[in-house]
């Protein structure tokens, strides 16, 4: 498959870690809901760099079980990097992560 620029494209996960599966989630939100860049949906067939909580959007019509079987934990958070620079980019991250680091 010929790919457009030749470079390909980039996917990073991070786990947001918390006491217990309930805190990972509510800090996984924190760090999304504060980035202002990133558009937060679950398609990652775009040019712009989005930002996703695995658990509750690709794999939400599974069950826990079949998650965590497939490592999918609700502390997941997942950027599809799109064409954006890369400083905005850390810059968004950085306040999103600065969220939960109270």
């Known amino acids: 498959m010929r790919q457009q620029s030749g470079k390909g494209g980039?996917?990073?996960s991070f786990d947001?870690?918390?006491q217990g599966a309930e805190a990972g989630r509510r800090h996984a939100?924190?760090?999304i809901d504060q980035t202002q860049l990133m558009s937060v949906t679950a398609n990652l067939g775009d040019v712009k760099t989005i930002i996703t909580q695995p658990a509750?959007?690709?794999h939400g019509r599974l069950s826990?079980?079949?998650r965590l079987a497939a490592d999918i934990q609700q502390h997941l958070v997942l950027v599809a990097v799109g064409l954006e620079h890369l400083d905005d980019l850390k810059a968004d991250l950085e306040r999103g992560l600065s969220s939960i680091q109270a």
Do not use: K, N
């Open 64 to 66: 826990e079980e079949q």
């Open 10 to 12: 980039a996917v990073v």
């Open 29 to 31: 939100f924190s760090v």
């Open 16 to 18: 947001v870690v918390g």
């Open 56 to 58: 509750s959007t690709s």
